[in-house]
């Protein structure tokens, strides 16, 4: 219980907020980072992982039966659900994957903008151990694992400085991941021959409306995402004499 108390008083408190120099260079390492296929595909389990949280966040909002989550040796996932093959719900659950992580990284900006640093790192441990519980397969539970051991390190031994700056980097991979993970999928949807079983492909047969539309909205989505996100780490300006 003491524990506990610690973790809670911890996650809770008020970090200071850091240099502008940390903030922003954060978010270039993370941009620089994206850009590196090998890094990508590393970093890239976090954003797949939130990803398929959103999938089934959503699908359980709509009244449908989750059926588990998994994430696959390639960085792509699947989220079944049971519920009614066509209507609102289904599409909505589809819908909720590529935004979701652009949504979860604007809350933590919000956080980090009011000084929660080491609460924003627990936010993200929370939504582990909610995927974790709905894992279906052992690659996707080591993915999910090592995602939470690294931050449950992070929380638990690193000092202050240290904690709020892997926050900042893990809020910048999810605001900037996001929109990477839509041009990812423009690319392979460009190759792939055949049935498009993206979430664009699923959404166009489902609603007649074309994958290219889904795509572009899942970017305006993301890309809005991220701007408002970078836009809470913009200082208040100084109050006039």
Same mark, same amino acid.
Do not use: C
């Given at each position: ?27 270039v390492?993370?941009?620089?980072a ?8 590393v ?18 909002v ?44 604007? &809350?933590? *900006?919000? #956080?980090?903008s009011?000084?929660?640093?080491? %609460?924003?790192?627990? @936010? =993200? $441990?929370v +939504?582990?151990a ?33 904690q709020? &700056?892997? *926050?900042? #980097? ?6 900037? %991941?996001?929109?990477? @993970? =839509? $041009?990812? +999928?423009?690319v ?25 539309l ?10 809005? *995402?991220?701007?408002?996100g ?12």
């Amino acid at each position: 219980m003491d524990w506990l108390s610690r973790m809670w008083d911890t996650a809770t408190s008020v970090q200071p907020v850091p240099e502008p120099a940390l903030v922003w260079g954060s978010g270039v390492l993370v941009l620089g980072a994206l850009a590196v296929p090998t890094i990508w595909r590393v970093v890239r389990h976090l954003v797949t992982i939130v990803h398929e949280a959103g999938h089934a966040t959503v699908a359980v909002v709509a009244g449908r039966r989750l059926g588990g989550i998994k994430v696959h040796t390639d960085t792509s996932g699947l989220t079944t659900s049971w519920g009614p093959a066509r209507g609102p719900g289904v599409v909505f659950t589809l819908l909720a994957g590529y935004p979701a992580p652009g949504v979860v990284g604007l &809350g933590a *900006a919000w #956080l980090l903008s009011r000084g929660y640093a080491v %609460g924003t790192l627990w @936010a =993200v $441990l929370v +939504l582990l151990a909610l995927v974790l519980a709905q894992i279906r397969n052992l690659y996707g539970l080591w993915a999910v694992l090592a995602s939470a051991g690294v931050l449950v390190a992070v929380t638990g031994w690193a000092p202050t400085n240290l904690q709020v &700056g892997v *926050a900042y #980097l893990v809020t910048w991979l999810l605001l900037l %991941g996001a929109p990477r @993970a =839509v $041009l990812e +999928l423009t690319v392979t949807r460009n190759r792939r021959r055949g049935k498009d079983q993206s979430d664009a492909g699923q959404l166009a047969r489902l609603t007649g409306v074309p994958a290219g539309l889904w795509v572009f909205l899942f970017a305006v989505l993301t890309l809005a *995402a991220g701007v408002f996100g970078a836009w809470f780490f913009v200082p208040p300006a100084a109050p006039s004499p």
